[in-house]
Structure formats: structure tokens, C-alpha cells
């Protein structure tokens, strides 16, 4: 039996952007392009009549914008919600609000005079919205108590700067990065992390993360050296590793080709991590779809490093964590919140039988 297809409403105040977007989403295997609408509240009555399973947003439009219009509907319709949003500082400050309040992915949005890169960004949706089609609808969670973190890993007896903690992230990812970090001790080792997102966005999303967090976070530059207590974050659009040996570790971009569809790649990342941190080193893969990291996670546990995947309950896309789990490359298994204290709490344990406390 065929599947249903995903039902789709495009919701932007360019004539020509809905036209070319529902010109090409309509050619996609599997998408049914419900209709077009020129502001929030023509599309609140497409909602209503049509009921769709994914809505593509603009972020500004007239009388009602595009994060005002997705919060009520966060509130009354909860469905998978695809920003487009032009470049600039402004539009990067409102979509990271849009990934706040619920929504799935960001595309930035070309011209609407360019109708070939109106095109591609109608291929990019396609994809875009058949994950946002199984993402999961799950109402605010509720507030759970969280795992005691110890003050300190110097109170755990580990040395901070004797660890790198590698993260990957994709759909869901901004939120779960930010639970993480919101729950880490101050002598946190030193971090580096690939969340799937634009470029235009990566210095923004850091910086914000930097507000949450009690760690330093900032995107990462080029040679950067690593340390505790500080988290960088890779620019999009360009492949970050990290080299170097223990407590001297730096970051480094690269190529701009992409690995497993994605720039930057966590698998890319953790590989380089298992190079330059082996046993070292903290793998953390988090919610999104598809498979990237999980092969590199695997390579992290083989040699010697703690894997964790976040569980299937948490995630937004249960993808990468599961492809991993599948691989038999996740060793613990949190909720973001949680996984800070499950890291401290896994070293501090294997402390003595590895020497884990020597340099």
C-alpha cells in the first residue's frame, strides 16, 4: 500500500516564491502541495480547511510575522513548521526564535527575482520537509528533575583539560545543544560541536548559546586552541576537524565538499577526534535525521572513547542516535539535560580501572 503523501502549505507574501515553490514541491515524490498563502491570516484559513502536515513559513511578512503567526500555531495546530528566511543579522536573531518555539528546520531564501535559486531551494525543501514529516508532534515537556552534575570534574577527580567532548547535531539539535550546555559544571572540558544548520546562522546560534550556558560559546575560528570551560561551535558551510595531541588540541577548517549531504559533517568532526583524543575523547550524538556521526561514533568507541546518544523519548528525529545505537556505537543514553552528568558520572567510574586521572 502507497503511502500518503505529506501535505504541504507554503505560507510566504511573494507571488513569485509561492509560485516557483509549489511549482517544484508539486513535482516531489510523496508531497502534496495543499496551497499558497500571502500572509497569516489567509494561511490560518488554509490550516483550517486543509489540515496540513507540514507548513513552509515566511519569517517576514505583513500585518502578522512569521515567528508571531508560528507561535500561535504552536499553541493551537502544533505541526512540523520549515522557516525561509532572508540573510542578515535581524533575520538570523528571528529564526533562532523560530527553532525556540518549535520549528523544524530554517532555509535561507534566495531573491525571488532568482528563479533558478528559487528552484534549488525548492529541491532543498523537499528534503526538508519528509524529515519535518516524521518529526515527532510532542506538546512543551513537562519539567523533570534533572541528574545532580557534580560541581566540578576537579571534584570527580578528572582533569577537564584531559578531555574533548565532541557533539553532532541535525533537526532538533539547536534545542537539545542548549539543554546540554544549560547543565554543565564551569570546569566542563574543552567542546566542539556541528549542528546541521545554514551558515548564515552558526555565529548567531553560538552566540545565543553563550547566554544559556555557564561555559564560554562562540563559533569557532580557524587554529583555535581548545580549553576548558569553552565550546566551539563550526561554522556552516565549511568541514571542521580538530588535531593536535591532549591538552593542546586546536580546530581547523577545511573543505567546503560535503560528507554524508552535509557541511560541516559530524562524522567528519568525531573522525578527527578519534585521531587526535582516542580514549580522550567524548562522542555525543543527538537528535536529527539520518546517519551522519554514527559511523564516526562508532569509530570513537572502537578506540576507546565514551559514546552517548540522546534517547529516543527526546528526540525530535529519533535518527542518528538510533542509526548509532543500531551500529552498537552508543555505550549511555540521555535525555540533553541529563547527559552532562551521565558523562562526569561514566568517567569518574572508569577513572581507576583505565588511569583515566593520569596525563
Not at 480547511?49 to 502578522?64: T, W, Y
Request: glycine share 10%; net charge neutral.
Amino acid at each position: 500500500m502507497r503511502p500518503c503523501p505529506v501535505k504541504v502549505l507554503i505560507v510566504d507574501d511573494s507571488p513569485a516564491v509561492r509560485t516557483v515553490l509549489m511549482r517544484v514541491l508539486s513535482g516531489q515524490d510523496g508531497i502534496l502541495v495543499a496551497g499558497g498563502a500571502k500572509d497569516a491570516f489567509e494561511a490560518r484559513e488554509l490550516v483550517l480547511q486543509h489540515r496540513p502536515d507540514v507548513i513552509v513559513l515566511d519569517i517576514e511578512m505583513p500585518r502578522m510575522s512569521g515567528v508571531a503567526f508560528l507561535k500561535k500555531l504552536m499553541a493551537h495546530y502544533p505541526v512540523p513548521v520549515i522557516m525561509c528566511t532572508d540573510s542578515g543579522s535581524a533575520q538570523s536573531q528571528a529564526a533562532l526564535d523560530a527553532l525556540e518555539l518549535g520549528a523544524t528546520a530554517v532555509v535561507v531564501k534566495p531573491p525571488a527575482t532568482n528563479r533558478g535559486a528559487l528552484r534549488k531551494l525548492g529541491e532543498e525543501l523537499a528534503e526538508h520537509i519528509r524529515t519535518a514529516a516524521v518529526a515527532l508532534k510532542r506538546p512543551p515537556p513537562l519539567p523533570v528533575p534533572v541528574l545532580h552534575t557534580p560541581v566540578s570534574l576537579h571534584s570527580a577527580g578528572l582533569n577537564p583539560a584531559h578531555f574533548l567532548v565532541a557533539i553532532g547535531a541535525s533537526t532538533g539539535g539547536t534545542e537539545a545543544i542548549k539543554e546540554l550546555l544549560q547543565h554543565v559544571p564551569e570546569d566542563f572540558p574543552p567542546a566542539v560541536i556541528v549542528q546541521h544548520m545554514p551558515e548564515e546562522f552558526t555565529a548567531s546560534f553560538a552566540d545565543r548559546l553563550d547566554h544559556y550556558s555557564p561555559l564560554t560559546v562562540h563559533e569557532a575560528r580557524d587554529g583555535e586552541r581548545l580549553a576548558p570551560g569553552v565550546v566551539l561551535v563550526a561554522r556552516g558551510g565549511v568541514q571542521m576537524t580538530v588535531g593536535g595531541n591532549i591538552g593542546a588540541w586546536r580546530v581547523h577548517y577545511g573543505t567546503s565538499a560535503p560528507v554524508n549531504r552535509h557541511c560541516p559533517s559530524v562524522d567528519v568532526l568525531f573522525d578527527s577526534v578519534v585521531r587526535a583524543a582516542g580514549r580522550r575523547a567524548v562522542g555525543v550524538l543527538l537528535t536529527g535525521m539520518g546517519a551522519d556521526g554514527a559511523r564516526g561514533l562508532l569509530n570513537l568507541k572502537n578506540a576507546g572513547a565514551l559514546t552517548i546518544g540522546q534517547n529516543a523519548d527526546s528526540c525530535v528525529v529519533y535518527g542518528m542516535p538510533k542509526v548509532a545505537a543500531d551500529l552498537g556505537a552508543v555505550q549511555v543514553t540521555g535525555a540533553p539535560a541529563d547527559i552532562p552528568a551521565l558523562m562526569v558520572q561514566t568517567l569518574r567510574a572508569a577513572r581507576q580501572p583505565v588511569g583515566i586521572e593520569g596525563p
